[in-house]
């Protein structure tokens, strides 16, 4: 077998924040951070769309150049289930079908949570409030030195219930937040949008460290979203 | 009256629980139901030394709680050690709100720096630990070692501050990043190295105390 590399963090990084959390099997679109898990297990699998070996599924679909398995293209998100189905039937499962799925996740994922573009500013504010609120009050309960649970104490149960908090519910709760953004762009003034480019670093600063462990590179949540079509 | 103490009451008007009134000066009563009544002095200042302690303490009538409101406020280990022995609670804004409800303003120490302390007091392989400042102490070991550790508080302490507690406070062996959700950036890890230091959490930091 091909000695192998880890998959790098910016790939999985970017793996990730493309499915925003869900697994990237149409018909599926399953969590991959599941809340009642608890604790900091998920059921993220990265699968290969063209496999390493010359065995592997849909070895048989790989491009003439030189190809990199374990390129972004190459990857696809996927919950347990669906990963061991298009491994166990490539037939059903070819590379164009698997590609189409990762190409058009973020609209059906969209569709599936019935995020759509609205006709005035006020039901796309409807539609962000909700949700923002829920993250506002896990914020305000848990957060790292602002909330009102949280203690310095270096031996405490709330820091491992924060990371867990952050990956099964704030974050999906932000990738719904900029897809319905995203999706009524068009409703938003100059400063919202500049706003909107702020809160995406911000969500990416999250994921890179809840999800990679990379730390350092979080931004703050933008005050001004709390404006956001208002 | 100093914006601190302006501020002080303000905060206690909207929390609901408790009312807090002037007394003068930097002096606030603070009543809340079911909990003793709270003396507390709102202190500006940026650095609360021994003498900033005892002036407070003799010129404040029933002084339960000293609160420095300052968030760079910084408290001297003689200043802690005279006013814990006084019965006169020491801290931030946030440690006095909680020590109010909590009703125990006379003991309350720092909220930021009281776990780890305590940590450190309660650790077998450290035998004496000497508070140079809330966030700066001296530990011996079991094995002897004399350790000076600086503890950081953020989330994810940056290479600056790393630089800025070596800076304000000397030279130290190890410096504790103290927030259980942090991690420091690996530039901070390089800071404290090209400083002759190392930044770490707390799992390393027990396991460094317990090496033989
Ligand atoms: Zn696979
Ligand atoms: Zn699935």
Known sequence: ?230 | MNWQVKYALANFAKEGRSRAEHLGGEVIRIVTEDRPDVVAAITAAANVDEATAVDYRNSVEGLDFLCGYRAECVWEGEAIRFLEENRVGWGSFGTLGSAVLDGNANSAQHKVYKFSDRLLRQYGPVVTVDREFDRIHRVTLRNGEELRIGMIADYEPTADQVRTLWDRFGPVDIIWNINPNGTPQPEANEAGRELGCEVMLWNELRERLARE
């Open chain 1, 1 to 230: 077998m091909a000695e192998r590399k880890a998959i790098p963090a910016a790939t999985r990084l970017h793996l990730f924040s493309d499915a925003a959390g869900f697994c990237q099997k149409p018909d599926c679109l399953e969590a991959l951070f599941p809340a009642e898990m608890g604790g900091d297990k998920h059921i993220a699998e990265m699968a290969h769309v063209i496999p390493h070996g010359d065995a592997g599924p849909r070895h048989g679909d790989r491009p003439a150049d030189d190809f990199d398995p374990d390129a972004f293209e190459n990857l696809i998100l996927l919950c347990p289930t669906c990963h061991t189905k298009i491994d166990k039937d490539p037939e059903a499962y070819p590379r164009n079908v698997l590609l189409d799925w990762k190409a058009n996740h973020l609209a059906r994922l969209a569709h599936k949570q019935g995020i759509r573009a609205y006709d005035d500013r006020e039901h796309a504010r409807a539609a962000v409030a909700g949700i923002m609120a829920e993250n506002r009050a896990i914020w305000e309960k848990f957060a790292p030195e602002e909330g009102s649970d949280f203690e310095y104490d270096p031996e405490s149960a709330t820091a491992p219930a924060w990371d867990e908090r952050m990956r099964s519910v704030i974050l999906p709760n932000h990738y719904r937040t900029l897809a319905i953004i995203e999706a009524n762009l068009g409703l938003a003034t100059e400063e919202e949008r500049r706003t909107f480019a702020e809160y995406q670093e911000h969500v990416r600063g999250l994921s890179e460290r809840h999800i990679c462990g990379v730390s350092g590179r979080a931004i703050r949540f933008p005050a001004s979203m709390k404006e956001m079509f208002a």
